[in-house]
């Protein structure tokens, strides 16, 4: 039998991407995926309708989220699988990010407004109800506006940190991501760990926290990561007893990024079920994991 076609990272439009959970659990089986992790940033809103859908399909849904946390103006993103969805501490962790997220976004806008012709109305026009506002619905108004040509042109353009108009919103520190994360049943995965030009996101000490507090693993196959940080995450895994993971972090139309284009092994999918306490995955009829 071949290795089972395994993609651990995807967003719905419930954050930033641009199909609904339900869709893209089908565009996963269309794929010919057998497992798919369903990732909106700080929320697990889109978890019951991707189940729904999941429950019609020959594949398996790991239910997740990817967690926003920083350390000063570094973004730090923890993917965290099976979590307790109902967990107290997670919950309102997630909803304090999301509510920072909007008021930041909503500053942002106002100051982008000042030099360009956006408002916070062509903002939400841009969102569906409820979902977790970040730049990429800023960047989808600048670009109903004229403004930019696309969503990547507006994250090199106006939306860069260099721009002036960029500020980070109130996330948790990693160390605390990941304890809760883990306080919640869930496995706890740093994404996408080197893809800044500036190397990886933490440092070795910083990593050693991390795993002493619960870290499962890596994600090394990640098309933003650069080479030489994979190298030196796989030599951490191998150290500190983390497994790695490879995924897509799909995001619909709203990125490049295809859904398959890297894989996770079947050992790291195993050893994410058998970690978690938090939530299980749900198994299509005809699924061949787990
Ligand atoms: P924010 O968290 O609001 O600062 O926005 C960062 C998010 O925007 C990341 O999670 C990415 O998913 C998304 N993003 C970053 N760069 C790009 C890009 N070049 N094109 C589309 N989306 C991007
Ligand atoms: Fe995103
Ligand atoms: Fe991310
Ligand atoms: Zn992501």
Redesign the pocket.
């Given at each position: 039998m071949p290795d089972p076609f395994i993609d651990l990272h995807a967003?719905s439009s419930v954050?930033?991407?641009t199909e609904p959970p339900a869709d893209l659990v089908r565009a996963a089986a269309a794929a010919g995926l057998d497992a798919v992790a369903l990732t909106d940033?700080d929320t697990t809103a889109g978890w019951a309708d991707a189940a729904d859908a999941a429950r019609e399909l020959p594949l398996t849904l790991v239910p997740g989220l990817?967690l926003s946390t920083r350390v000063g103006y570094r973004s730090v993103h923890v993917l965290g699988y099976l979590v307790d969805p109902d967990d107290a501490a997670l919950s309102a962790e997630t909803e304090r990010i999301r509510d920072g997220r909007l008021s930041r976004a909503h500053r942002m806008v106002d100051r982008i407004g000042e030099d360009h012709p956006i408002t916070w109305r062509d903002v939400l026009a841009q969102a569906s109800p409820g979902a977790t506002i970040?730049r990429?619905h800023i960047a989808d108004a600048l670009v109903a506006r004229g403004l930019e040509p696309d969503r990547s042109a507006a994250f090199r353009g106006i939306l860069h940190p260099a721009s002036g108009y960029y500020e980070p919103h109130d996330a948790p520190t990693p160390l605390r991501g990941v304890e809760l994360i883990r306080a919640a049943g869930g496995v706890p995965v740093i994404a996408h760990p080197a893809a800044t030009s500036r190397g990886i996101v933490i440092d070795e000490a910083g990593l050693r926290e991390l795993v002493d507090a619960g870290l499962g693993g890596l994600e090394v196959d990640h098309r933003e990561n650069l080479a030489h940080g994979k190298r030196t995450l796989l030599e951490w895994a191998d150290r500190y007893g983390l497994f790695v993971t490879g995924s897509s972090?799909y995001?619909g139309t709203?990125?490049p990024n295809r859904l398959g284009e890297h894989r996770t092994s079947r050992r790291a999918f195993d050893e994410i079920v058998s970690q978690a306490t938090g939530s299980a995955p749900v198994v299509g009829p005809g699924s061949r994991l787990p």
């Open positions: 967003h954050s930033d991407g940033h990817e970040g990429p972090d995001h709203g990125k």
